[in-house]
């Protein structure tokens, strides 16, 4: 098959003890999976079922890597999460079923601006102005579960020039990683390739042109960006 122009190369994560690059499909984020974090936002935190909104593949962001300050915003946000990599396709996934399509985890920040994500919640709008934007998806190298098992606790920390800013465990999550899981392959089918981002704990907070943000989690090592000016 020939195109009028070269296909966009595939957006890929490298994995960690493996010469092999997971290559990216989709971009699926959970709203509001910590209690903290929910009220911290005006929200109550209840078990009513989980939201989503997704970032283009290409909003990847190598480890790393300087993130120029983006362009419309005044309230340019950090959020710590856990990423999921699907390995295996799968549909209506059953939660216990749900961590056989893992192929692994990682280190990840939901890069938002909030101002413009606050204004479209309070207008009813979608939130991808706010969310999935160029470059929003900083992520390390993935981890595969034949090395690190799956994670349903540990230490989930972020700093911003070596402040703590976020700190919580990954056994706060409202919804779990099957869940989430299963819930999302009942709506659209999961594809390898599929990354999960599982939602932020409480503490988000602004970046500013020269912040460093190192994102941890433990047995999944460290995630760092640089905020660069704006161009
Ligand atoms: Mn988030």
Not at 3 to 10: A, W
Not at 186 to 213: F, N, R, Y
Request: aromatic share 8%.
């Amino acid at each position: 098959m020939t195109f009028v122009f070269d296909p966009m190369p595939t957006p890929s994560l490298p994995v960690t003890g493996d010469a092999l690059r997971f290559p990216i499909r989709r971009i699926f984020c959970v709203g509001r999976n910590y209690a903290a974090h929910a009220i911290e936002m005006g929200k109550d935190p209840d078990r009513d079922p989980p939201f989503f909104f997704t970032k283009p593949a290409d909003a990847v962001v190598q480890d790393g890597e300087t993130v120029a300050y983006p362009p419309e915003t005044e309230n340019f946000h950090y959020e710590a999460e856990l990423i999921v990599a699907i390995g295996t396709d799968g549909v209506n996934i059953a939660e216990a079923e749900a961590l056989n399509h893992v192929y692994g985890y990682g280190v990840g920040n939901d890069l938002t601006r909030r101002d413009l994500q606050l204004d479209a919640r309070e207008k009813g709008r979608p939130w991808d102005w706010g969310k999935a934007f160029d470059r929003s998806a900083p992520m390390a190298a993935l981890h595969r579960v034949s090395d690190v098992g799956h994670l349903s606790a540990g230490a989930i920390r972020l700093t911003v020039n070596g402040a703590v800013k976020q700190e919580a465990d990954l056994s706060e999550l409202i919804w779990t990683v099957p869940e989430v899981i299963s819930i999302i392959s009942h709506s659209i089918a999961l594809k390898a390739g599929d990354i999960i981002m599982t939602g932020t704990p409480a503490g988000v907070g602004p970046l500013v042109a020269g912040d460093i943000c190192v994102v941890s989690i433990d047995g999944l090592g460290d995630l760092t960006t640089t905020i660069g000016p704006a161009v």
